[in-house]
């Protein structure tokens, strides 16, 4: 038989309160590097490069840094000087999803964000196992974000 957590004081649903207040609190769902090499077509200027390619991905992917948690994306790029570019959740207006044929062969695809952000207008995902499934996380991210922070998207003429 299922009974209801309430508080005996105020009467305040407890279930209902710790699901809004796990909400508020910030998860990773994603820390890392990209792949370094994420698509068929990768692999084949590798082979007619004799392994040069490989080298310039590598380092490519050492200098991407992506962290994807339940409200933000925070992109880090560079070697030895280091950039750092955040795009807060809310702000997302529209996530694309694509599949090319030499991803997909690999089992990647890119997720290309959309943003109301003025100085991140588009944020491209890459390289990351399962981005498919993510996407869809982080569309609903987007959107308990935007109702938790009472946001309304502005529609562009």
């Known amino acids: 038989m299922a009974s209801a957590h309430k508080c005996r004081f105020c009467g305040t649903d407890i279930d209902a309160y710790v699901a ?16 370094v090499v994420y698509s068929a077509g990768q692999y084949v200027l590798i082979v007619v490069t004799i392994g040069i390619a490989w080298l310039v991905y590598w380092i ?4 991407t840094r ?15 000087s280091k950039m750092q570019d955040n795009l807060e959740l809310f702000r997302v207006d529209h996530i694309d999803l694509h599949k090319p044929l030499g991803q ?3 089992g990647y695809s890119t997720v290309h964000l959309h ?35 009472r946001v309304l998207p ?4």
């Open 20 to 35: 809004a207040r796990e909400a508020t609190v910030e998860k990773t769902l994603f820390e890392g590097h990209p792949a």
């Open 115 to 149: 943003s109301s952000d003025a100085g991140m207008t588009s944020v491209y995902l890459y390289g990351i196992p399962n981005l498919e499934a993510m996407a869809d996380t982080l569309r609903d991210c987007s959107l308990r974000e935007r109702s938790r922070r």
């Open 66 to 80: 992506f962290t994807i948690t339940t409200q933000r994306v925070r992109i880090e790029r560079g070697l030895f």
């Open 104 to 106: 997909r062969m690999l």
């Open 154 to 157: 502005v529609e562009q003429m």
């Open 60 to 63: 490519r992917s050492l200098s």
